[in-house]
């Protein structure tokens, strides 16, 4: 007999540190009655980054999508830039914002980043960068992506909203490409409650980071270029700084649970799990996704994500619909385009990976989808027509 769960259980829950922790700093901050604009904590926070990210070219912004918007802005990204639709929408926004026309390729399957083959393929006069997606924290393909850069003297740029903590033969993730822009939001496994970081390969960009997020200031009197505000403050940072020590153990906590779920989901039909790290990648876990095959499965993914809701479980359908699908940007790509990201779109599932999530938890999450499989006929093959909803409740 499979129980719901008593209380709600999210794709994704914030790792907090203790609440003593938390308040002493509070009480610190509360003393000096500095509160943002480059303090002390933020400071320290820069300084704690650099060096579990190895560098010292990082700036810290308010959040990941102000930090890709002012990236963009400070690097002269201008033309086309060639991207991933299989994201979340921040990433094509911070295009629109700088006027940049995104030129949407397709993505790999089972990896879910951008395919190099249609990247190079989809290179004009008017490309001036590329924007890969490390989607999940999967790293893009990496050297593939350099070379074509290089090759065609292209920006590289990296959202790496999801890929704190991953590291690529030894490296952070960080150091590959011109630039990387990372989402510290409660969502993430890393947070610091909203906020975003820059990791850049040229020294000289810090300087202009720190101009367009503070109005553009060189000083009181002065103002060098036309800057927006996006600096993080001194609570965000207080609380980066304590999660930042726990990263090892989220991190740990998260590959048990991905396991666990990848030893579960194997015997049920119809249900895929992303491919496997490549040798080389020390994955954050940052999400768990499986592709829903409705044949094999016997419902669809929607019928999974809905089925589950009535067991407490809140999955999410990250990323659906593609960006391209989305009302203000309908129109970009034609139809048929895309097939990849499309057919990825509707049959993926992102399910609940969290420090706080038990493994037992994981094990009866799968009961449930094993259960929701079972209470339906597999469709016969060419079929498309859906089997009615099964009573969920009890198993
Ligand atoms: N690029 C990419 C590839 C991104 O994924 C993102 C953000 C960005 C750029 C932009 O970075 P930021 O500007 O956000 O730093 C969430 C997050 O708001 C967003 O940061 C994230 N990606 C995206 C994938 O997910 P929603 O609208 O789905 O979040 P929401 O509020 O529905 O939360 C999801 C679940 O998390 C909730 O069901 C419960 C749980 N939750 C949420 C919050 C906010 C908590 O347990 N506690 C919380 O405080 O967008």
């Known amino acids: 007999m499979i129980k719901p769960f008593d209380k ?108 190099p083959e249609q990247v190079e393929a989809a290179i004009t006069p008017w490309t001036s960068a590329i924007l890969g997606v490390h989607v999940y924290g999967h790293p893009c393909r990496l050297e593939e992506l350099e070379r074509i850069a290089r090759q065609h003297n292209l920006k590289l740029l990296y959202d790496a909203a999801h890929a704190f ?11 590959f490409g011109d630039l990387s822009m990372f989402s510290f939001h409660a969502t993430k496994l890393f947070h610091s409650v909203e906020g975003g970081m820059l990791t850049f390969g040229d020294g000289r960009l810090r300087r202009r980071f720190d101009y367009l997020k503070n109005f553009g200031f060189e000083n009181e009197v002065e103002v060098v270029m036309p800057g927006t505000n996006a600096k993080m403050n001194e609570l965000q940072a207080l609380m980066g700084r304590l999660v930042l020590k726990g990263m090892g153990q989220i991190v740990e906590k998260r590959r048990r649970l991905a396991e666990a779920y990848r030893c579960e989901l194997m015997s049920i039909p119809g249900i895929r799990t992303a491919a496997l790290a490549a040798p080389g990648v020390e994955y954050n876990h940052a999400f768990f996704p499986i592709e829903v095959d409705e044949r094999e499965f016997g419902a669809s993914r929607d019928d999974l994500y809905n089925g589950l809701k009535e067991w407490n479980v809140f999955a999410r359908r990250y990323f659906y619909p593609l960006v391209t699908d989305f009302a203000c940007y309908r129109g970009i790509v034609r139809e048929g385009e895309l097939p990849v990201g499309r057919s990825v779109a509707s049959r993926i599932i992102t399910l609940p990976i969290f420090s706080d999530l038990g493994l037992d938890d994981v094990v009866r999450i799968c009961d449930i989808i094993r259960h929701i499989h079972e209470g339906r006929r597999p469709l016969p093959a060419g079929s498309r027509t859906r089997v009615p909803n099964i009573v969920v409740g009890a198993a």
């Not at 903590?165 to 150091?175: F, L």
């Open 8 to 115: 709600p259980i999210h794709v994704t829950k914030p790792w907090l540190p203790p609440l003593e922790e938390f308040q002493r700093g509070l009480a610190e901050i509360w003393g000096r009655a500095w509160l943002t604009n480059n303090g002390p904590v933020v400071q320290r926070f820069r300084a704690e980054l650099a060096e579990y990210c190895e560098t010292e070219n990082l700036c810290l912004f308010a959040n990941g999508t102000l930090a890709l918007q002012i990236a963009l802005q400070g690097m002269g990204i201008t033309g086309d830039v060639i991207t991933t639709p299989y994201t979340f929408v921040a990433t094509v926004h911070s295009l629109f914002w700088n006027k940049v026309r995104p030129v949407f390729v397709d993505i790999e399957p089972g990896h879910y980043t951008l395919d």
């Open 165 to 175: 903590g991953v590291r690529v033969n030894g490296r952070p993730i960080g150091q």
